[in-house]
């Protein structure tokens, strides 16, 4: 078994409609010693894309170098399967399970591969370094720097975390350099904190976190969602199980009266209220058991940390009691699947065509005669895929993926109908909706930053980035 660290710079921050302009990865042993040369794989821009402006200033990859030194999403994605995907193969990021996994499945979908069996068959599987950071820091932070941002809150950022430990991080939002960093940050929490470690490491799977989750009793939960007051850790119990098989948890770290009172259209009027909305929000998260949650048995929070996080286990188990003589997890439950059946009636109001089918990525599972329809889309070399015909798909999404995957990956083979068809395509995308198109939100941002930047560096990105923009937009009769 061995780990596989990777880390992605996108064009913007939707797995949706953004894409990864740079993959870099480091193969290592379970002691965490490189095996193997790194990858770093810069990926064409195509131009039906916009890049976010704000994305590219931070990343300061430019859609005109992926196009020069890069390569197509199939040819990244044969690549990724023979050098990357190996059996046996943990993949860890910082962050990942919610933003560069995220990516990765949209990516694998879009070039018809199963977008999640990179991460689990063959004994593949993943983990997020993350949640690590934060239950080491809320719970056994000893031998750790741990930094604080500008304003004095605490934070997990990548860059501070190695600059306060004075490990080498060479280029932050170079995903090659962060992912070196990533590697930096385990080894010293494996070093410092094994126990932690290893214990995160070994109850990653699914079944091991609903065990936990199932048993019962009060858990140590750590999420981004929860407070940095307590370290983003808290105690929660677990309300009920719901349909898509997940829990809802409540935080035990607060007085749940003025929730147990709340009827519940007053519930969902809560859970739907803006951030901002300075009410007080509903304390109960859905935990996915599918996605690495960090989740340790209450034992782990010894007097030290009851202490340091501010975390009162009598009080919790008070808050518990109360909430279990109430009807409220049954009032919980039926506002999630209000809101579930409320966005499921969302997604089905998308139109079946080829502006949003990049989107539908989670509408339903592939069959498996499909599957072998798209290992036949894959081995396809550009001139034999004009043999495989839309109509062999069962999946509606799968045939209005097709014209897409040819135009992306194999543009200069298009014969001229298939070449209307994308430009018809390329304009709906980019200029339809005309003052709201995708295009003059782009110019009008990129008006924005040019009158606030002034490093040089910085103005030559606002250049590239006009330029780029003027050099796909779809002439227009």
Same mark, same amino acid.
């Given at each position: 078994?061995?780990?596989?660290?990777?880390?992605?710079?996108?064009?913007?921050?939707?797995?949706?409609?953004?894409?990864?302009?740079?993959?870099?990865?480091?193969?290592?042993?379970?002691?965490?010693?490189?095996?193997?040369?790194?990858?770093?794989?810069?990926?064409?821009?195509?131009?039906?894309?916009?890049?976010?402006?704000?994305?590219?200033?931070?990343?300061?990859?430019?859609?005109?170098?992926?196009?020069?030194?890069?390569?197509?999403?199939?040819?990244?994605?044969?690549?990724?399967?023979?050098?990357?995907?190996?059996?046996?193969?943990?993949?860890?990021?910082?962050?990942?399970?919610?933003?560069?996994?995220?990516?990765?499945?949209?990516?694998?979908?879009?070039?018809?591969?199963?977008?999640?069996?990179?991460?689990?068959?063959?004994?593949?599987?993943?983990?997020?370094?993350?949640?690590?950071?934060?239950?080491?820091?809320?719970?056994? +932070? $000893? =031998?750790?720097?741990?930094?604080? *941002?500008? %304003?004095?809150? &605490?934070?997990?950022? !990548?860059?501070?975390?190695?600059?306060?430990?004075?490990?080498?991080?060479?280029?932050?939002?170079?995903?090659?350099?962060?992912?070196?960093?990533?590697?930096?940050?385990?080894?010293?929490?494996?070093?410092?904190?094994?126990?932690?470690?290893?214990?995160?490491?070994?109850?990653?799977?699914?079944?091991?976190?609903?065990?936990?989750?199932?048993?019962?009793?009060?858990?140590?939960?750590?999420?981004?969602?929860?407070?940095?007051?307590?370290?983003?850790?808290?105690?929660?119990?677990?309300?009920?199980?719901? +349909? $898509? =098989?997940?829990?809802?948890?409540? *935080?035990? %770290?607060?007085? &749940?009266?003025?929730? !147990?009172?709340?009827?519940?259209?007053?519930?969902?009027?809560?859970?739907?209220?803006?951030?901002?909305?300075?009410?007080?929000?509903?304390?109960?998260?859905?935990?996915?058991?599918?996605?690495?949650?960090?989740?340790?048995?209450?034992?782990?929070?010894?007097?030290?940390?009851?202490?340091?996080?501010?975390?009162?286990?009598?009080?919790?188990?008070?808050?518990?009691?109360?909430?279990?003589?109430?009807?409220?997890?049954?009032?919980?439950?039926?506002?999630?699947?209000?809101?579930?059946?409320?966005?499921?009636? $969302?997604?089905?109001?998308?139109?079946? *065509?080829?502006?949003?089918?990049?989107?539908?990525?989670?509408?339903?599972?592939?069959?498996?005669?499909?599957?072998?329809?798209?290992?036949?889309?894959?081995?396809?070399?550009?001139?034999?895929?004009?043999?495989?015909?839309?109509?062999?798909?069962?999946?509606?999404?799968?045939?209005?993926?097709?014209?897409?995957?040819?135009?992306?990956?194999?543009?200069?083979?298009?014969?001229?109908?298939?070449?209307?068809?994308?430009?018809?395509?390329?304009?709906?995308?980019?200029?339809?909706?005309?003052?709201?198109?995708?295009?003059?939100?782009?110019?009008?941002?990129?008006? $924005?930053?040019?009158?606030?930047?002034?490093?040089?560096?910085?103005?030559?990105?606002?250049?590239?980035?006009?330029?780029?923009?003027?050099?796909?937009?779809?002439?227009?009769?």
């Amino acid at each position: 078994m061995t780990f596989y660290f990777y880390d992605l710079e996108t064009s913007g921050i939707s797995a949706k409609s953004a894409r990864i302009m740079q993959f870099a990865g480091q193969r290592t042993d379970m002691d965490l010693n490189p095996i193997g040369e790194p990858h770093d794989i810069l990926i064409k821009m195509t131009d039906d894309i916009l890049p976010e402006p704000d994305a590219v200033m931070v990343t300061g990859i430019t859609p005109q170098k992926t196009i020069a030194g890069g390569v197509s999403e199939a040819e990244f994605l044969q690549t990724f399967h023979t050098e990357v995907a190996l059996p046996d193969t943990i993949f860890v990021g910082f962050n990942s399970v919610r933003f560069d996994d995220e990516f990765m499945r949209y990516t694998q979908y879009r070039n018809y591969y199963d977008p999640y069996e990179w991460q689990w068959k063959d004994g593949r599987s993943r983990w997020d370094l993350l949640d690590l950071v934060r239950m080491t820091r809320a719970l056994r +932070p $000893e =031998g750790i720097e741990w930094p604080f *941002d500008s %304003s004095g809150k &605490p934070s997990n950022r !990548l860059e501070l975390l190695t600059s306060v430990n004075k490990l080498s991080h060479e280029s932050a939002h170079d995903a090659l350099s962060d992912v070196h960093a990533t590697i930096e940050i385990a080894k010293l929490i494996k070093q410092k904190q094994p126990k932690l470690f290893d214990f995160l490491l070994d109850i990653r799977s699914k079944n091991k976190v609903q065990e936990l989750v199932d048993s019962e009793e009060m858990f140590i939960y750590t999420s981004g969602k929860y407070s940095s007051v307590n370290e983003k850790t808290t105690i929660v119990t677990k309300l009920c199980s719901t +349909p $898509e =098989g997940a829990a809802l948890v409540y *935080d035990l %770290s607060i007085d &749940p009266t003025p929730f !147990l009172k709340m009827s519940q259209e007053e519930l969902l009027a809560r859970w739907q209220a803006p951030w901002k909305d300075p009410a007080p929000k509903v304390p109960v998260k859905t935990l996915k058991f599918n996605r690495c949650p960090a989740v340790a048995p209450l034992a782990v929070l010894d007097s030290k940390s009851q202490k340091r996080i501010k975390l009162d286990p009598k009080l919790a188990l008070k808050y518990r009691e109360q909430i279990a003589q109430t009807d409220f997890s049954n009032k919980c439950l039926a506002v999630i699947k209000k809101m579930n059946s409320i966005r499921n009636v $969302e997604q089905k109001q998308l139109v079946d *065509d080829l502006q949003n089918v990049d989107e539908r990525l989670y509408e339903a599972f592939i069959a498996g005669q499909d599957k072998i329809t798209m290992s036949r889309v894959r081995a396809a070399n550009p001139s034999e895929l004009n043999e495989i015909s839309s109509d062999e798909f069962k999946d509606e999404r799968l045939k209005g993926l097709l014209p897409l995957y040819k135009a992306r990956n194999f543009s200069k083979y298009l014969n001229d109908e298939e070449r209307i068809q994308w430009e018809k395509f390329r304009t709906e995308k980019l200029l339809g909706s005309g003052s709201k198109s995708l295009v003059a939100k782009y110019m009008k941002r990129l008006k $924005e930053l040019d009158e606030s930047v002034t490093e040089p560096g910085k103005r030559y990105l606002l250049e590239e980035l006009q330029l780029y923009a003027e050099s796909i937009l779809p002439i227009v009769d």
